[in-house]
């Protein structure tokens, strides 16, 4: 158990719908990332969000978006689904997460949340 | 972003070494080598990470070229449990983390 919280598990919803996915960090973790995997591709980061602020942006579409809650927790937001935005999406999450020190921190992924679209 | 680059697969029997080789020529003063590695149907988990010299942990080794332009995370033992895709990406200081497509290792009974 890497301690990071992703929610739901699976969701199956219908192309144009929106979903939101949602994410705990491990306690005391200020960084929170969210990359999307499809079948037999690799890991594609979309966004890093720092103590509630957008901290990094990666291949994320303008149907997406996310934010991270005072609390720290995270949501990933997919509108306007289409057919191709069914994979599987992680969070994942860092001790402090900029500056000098964050280069050599460990990353924890969540377990993922399969999302399918049809 | 400094890139990685890998083999896409590699095959090893079960209970004998296994060596990840791993180049990283753009690599930055200030890079970490970080080694992830997904089982199936799971979250990518955290084996090893260093910066300059070799480093050791419970799940493996990590041996860095002196000019730091290579790496090889070695797995002293493998078992089955180990069959997974490996990643090796290099963090830098805007902490945007990027994964390639790693390499598929395939243990052997």
């Known amino acids: 158990d890497s301690g990071v919280t992703q929610t739901p598990k699976h969701l199956i919803t219908a192309t144009g719908q929106r979903v939101t996915l949602r994410c705990s960090p491990r306690s005391g973790d200020l960084s929170v990332y969210w990359y999307q995997q499809s079948l037999d591709q690799g890991l594609q980061f979309l966004i890093q969000y720092y103590n509630g602020e957008e901290r990094a942006k990666g291949n994320i579409l303008e149907r997406f978006s996310a934010q991270q809650f005072p609390d720290l927790h995270s949501e990933l937001n997919l509108s306007s689904l289409e057919l191709g935005d069914s994979a599987l999406y992680f969070c994942?999450?860092?001790?402090?997460?900029?500056?000098?020190?964050?280069?050599?921190?460990?990353?924890?992924f969540g377990e993922g949340s399969w999302l399918t679209v049809v | 972003d400094a890139k990685t680059t890998q083999p896409n697969s590699m095959e090893s029997n079960e209970e004998e070494p296994v060596h990840l080789p791993c180049n990283h020529s753009t690599i930055s003063g200030t890079d970490y080598i970080h080694w992830y590695r997904q089982l199936p149907s799971q979250g990518p988990e955290y084996v090893i990470h260093g910066l300059t010299s070799n480093v050791n942990n419970r799940m493996a080794s990590l041996a860095i070229a002196e000019d730091r332009k290579s790496s090889t995370l070695i797995l002293h033992r493998a078992t089955l449990r180990d069959a997974a895709v490996y990643y090796c990406i290099l963090r830098n200081r805007d902490d945007k983390i990027i994964f390639g497509k790693g390499t598929r290792l395939h243990i052997l009974p």
């Open positions: 994942a999450s860092s001790e402090r997460g900029h500056g000098s020190f964050s280069s050599g921190n460990t990353i924890y």
